[in-house]
């Protein structure tokens, strides 16, 4: 059974700093890993999808890293702004049949202007 | 649509009731699914529908939990007789199984409170 873990549960950061958030998963076997924004009351936004075959993705500000074998992904956030704070959510899926996603708990970032 | 869209957006209910909840899809995602997050938890698949194909009922945590979905369209999720643990916000995605790579889309989930 996948098990994913995210590191920091929370984050607290002036803005302008770069941000990581770390998220670990028991499972290597995935087809891809999503990097999900939630914000409080929200649904989730998707932020990068990163395939196995890959090492990282990037969009704008946010570059996601994939070490499939160690069972680790990285999200980088540059130049962290107020408006970037929510909660980060990573979610493997598996390959094979079945499409589910596997959540971690979440990184809850607050950027302090 | 533009996006995945549920209702109602805030369902209050007394235990012991059923309700529904309803999911319209992306437009042409032929994948749809249901989560579940409960206050202060992690998400948590519920059920997964694929085309025709049988849906991936293994999330679901108990028999009083069913969905249906028509063709690729709406889905809805019934929970019968709910308890206060069923007190959720019900998450709803979808997703195409061609091109791009499965990436599931959410909608703004149905946040279920049950007295």
């Known amino acids: 059974k996948q098990e994913v873990t995210q590191i920091p549960a929370a984050l607290s950061v002036p803005e302008g700093e770069n941000l990581v958030l770390n998220c670990s998963f028991t499972d290597s076997a995935i087809y891809n890993l999503q990097w999900f924004r939630q914000d409080p009351g929200k649904g989730l936004t998707s932020l990068l999808l990163i395939q196995s075959s890959q090492r990282e993705q990037t969009s704008g500000r946010l570059n996601a890293s994939l070490d499939k074998s160690s069972g680790r992904s990285t999200l980088y956030i540059a130049a962290s702004q107020p408006g970037d704070s929510a909660t980060y959510l990573c979610?493997?899926?598996?390959?094979?049949?079945?499409?589910?996603?596997?959540f971690g708990g979440g990184t809850r970032v607050l950027v302090k202007p | 649509g533009a996006g995945v869209s549920q209702s109602p957006s805030n369902k209050v209910t007394e235990k012991g009731k059923d309700v529904e909840l309803r999911c319209d899809p992306i437009?042409?995602?032929?994948?749809l699914y249901w989560y579940r997050q409960r206050l202060g938890q992690g998400l948590e698949f519920l059920i997964y529908f694929q085309g025709n194909s049988a849906p991936d009922k293994s999330g679901l945590p108990s028999d009083r939990f069913s969905a249906e979905r028509t063709g690729e369209s709406v889905s809805t999720l019934t929970i019968q007789r709910t308890q206060q643990e069923d007190s959720a916000v019900y998450l709803c995605?979808?997703?195409?199984?061609?091109?791009?790579?499965?990436?599931?889309?959410f909608g703004p989930g149905t946040r279920l409170t049950v007295t």
């Open positions: 437009s042409g995602h032929t994948a």
């Open positions: 995605a979808s997703s195409s199984v061609t091109g791009g790579g499965y990436e599931q889309y």
């Open positions: 979610a493997p899926k598996m390959g094979g049949a079945g499409n589910k996603l596997t």
